[in-house]
C-alpha cells in the first residue's frame, strides 16, 4: 500500500488504475484499494461496472411513487418502506462483514374485494424486483382450480408447474382459503403441502402470497397451525371509505381523461353509500370502476348525435349519467 | 454463463484445484479456453494427466493467462453451468517483470466483472515471514474488496502439508466474519464444501 503513496494525482477511473499496475507504479494489493476508492468516488458509475444479484436499480423509485399514488392502505405503504430500508442495511452490514438475516418475505393479505389486494402485489413485484431481492418481479395469479387437481397425485403436479412459472416472482394464491375447504379428503390439502415444502425450499427465489376475505383467511390460518409461522408478514386491507371512493374514482376519471361535474360527484358519492349498504360484501373500488365505466358508455351515447360537442363536452361526464345507475344491478350485464 | 474466478498469490495452487476439481466432478477431459493478456484467445484440449504435466507447476507464476474451463456443477438435483477461470497470481508489491504485470491486470479487470471469487491461500505458509506466499496485504485487501460485492469464499489449501493446521487456524482469526473453506487440492479433500459453496450461487 506504501506504493500509492507517492503519485499525484491519484487516478480517476478504474481503467487508470489497471495502467498503474501495468507501468508498475502500483502493486495488485495496492490496486485493489484504489478500486475502492475510485469506485466510492463515483458510486454510481461503480454501481454499473459491479452488477451483482442484490444491486438495486435504478427503477425503484419509480415502483415506489406508483404504490404512494394508490389511496388509502397505509399499513402497505409503511410495510414496503420497512423492507426497502431492512434490505438496504442488510446489505451494508454485509459489506462491513457483519451477520445477515436472511428475508422471508410470505404474506397474508386479508381484504374484500377491491381492496387493492392484486394491484398491490402487481406494485411489490416490481418492487422487491428493483430491490434485486427477486430475479423477475412478476406475478403469477393463480386460484383454488389452477392448483388442485383431479385424482390422486395429480394435485402436487399442478401446484409443482405453477410454482415453477413463478420463481423468480410472486405467487399469488386468491381466495386461498378454499384450498383447506372438503375436509380431510380434498386434494387442496395435498396444495397446501406442496406449496409449504416449496416455500422452504425456494426461500430466496419465491414470495407466496395468499390473499383473501378477512374472515375466512382467519379460519384458514387457524386450521393450519404451521401457516401462522411461515408467513410473518400479515396485511389487512380495509374496506375505503366513501371519500376514498371518491378519490379513487377521480384517478380514474383522470387517467381516462374525463372528469366530472360537481353534481356528478354529489350523485356519486349517493351512489356509492347507497350501493355500499346494499352489497352483501363490499366490492370497494370495483364498485368504483364499474358505475365510471358505465357512465362513460351512458355519456358516449349522450353524445353520439350530438355532432358539435366540444373538447370540454367530451371530456365532462355529468349528472344526467350517474342518474340512472343502480349500483347493485347491471354490472355483470352493462346493459 | 456466469463466471468464478480462482484468485490467489502466485503458487497457492490455482491451477492444480482447477483441474483436480474437474476431475472430482466427473471430467476426464477439458476444452479450456486460453485468454491471453493481449487479447488472444484460443481454445486447447487436454486429458487430465496431460493437463497437469503440462499446467502445474511447482516454480510461480507458471499460469499467466486466464484458463476458461466451463463445468456442469452439480446442484441439488440438478446441474448448474459454471465457468470457472484460473487466474495469474497476484503477488505482493510490484513484480519486476512487464509480462506478469501485464499477466496480473488482466485478473484484476476480470475480478471486477465477476459474480463469484475463490480466493486461495497456501496453508503451510501462511505465517512463513518473508515467503511469498506468506498471508500479507494482498489478502487483506482481496477480502475487503470482495465483500458485500461478490460471493466470496477464502480457501485454505495445501491442508495435507505440515503446519496448514496452524495456517488455518490464523486464517480463520483473521477473517472471522468470512466463508472459509479448508481444502487440499492435491489430494482433492474439501472439494465436496467447495462444491457447495458454488452451487449456491449459481
Redesign the interface.
Known sequence: MEKKGGHDPRPKSLGEVLEWVEDGKVGPAGALVLFQEVSQVGEAAGRQELPAKGQVRPGIDESLSELDQLIGLGEVKELVRELRAFVEVQKRRARAGLATEPLVLHMIFKGNPGTGKTTVARILGRILRDMGVLQKGHLTEVERADLVGEYIGHTAQKTRDQLKRALGGILFIDEAYSLARGGEKDFGKEAIDTLVKAMEDHKDDLVLILAGYQEEMERFIRSNPGLRSRFPIHISFPDYSIDELLNIADLILKRRQYRLSEEARQQLSLLLKAGIQREPVPSNARLVRNIIERSIRRQALRLLHQADATREDLMLITKEELEGIKPDEGMLDPW | MKECLILGKPNSGKTLFLLNFAEYLGYRELEMIVEEPGGNRHRKSYDLAGARMTLVSPTPHHTRALQVVQLKVPKGKSRCDVALTDTTG???????S?TI??S??Q???RL??I?VVLHLIDGSRVGTVGAPEAM???D???A??A????GYAIIVNKMDLPGAGAGLASVRSTFP??VIIPMSALRKQGFREVKAFVGRFF
Open positions: 497476484l503477488c505482493e508489491g510490484i513484480h519486476e512487464a504485470r501485464r496480473m491486470v485478473t484484476l479487470r471486477r466483472e459474480q500479507g496485504d494482498l487483506h485487501q482481496l475487503r474488496f465483500t458485500g460485492r461478490l466474519y468470512h
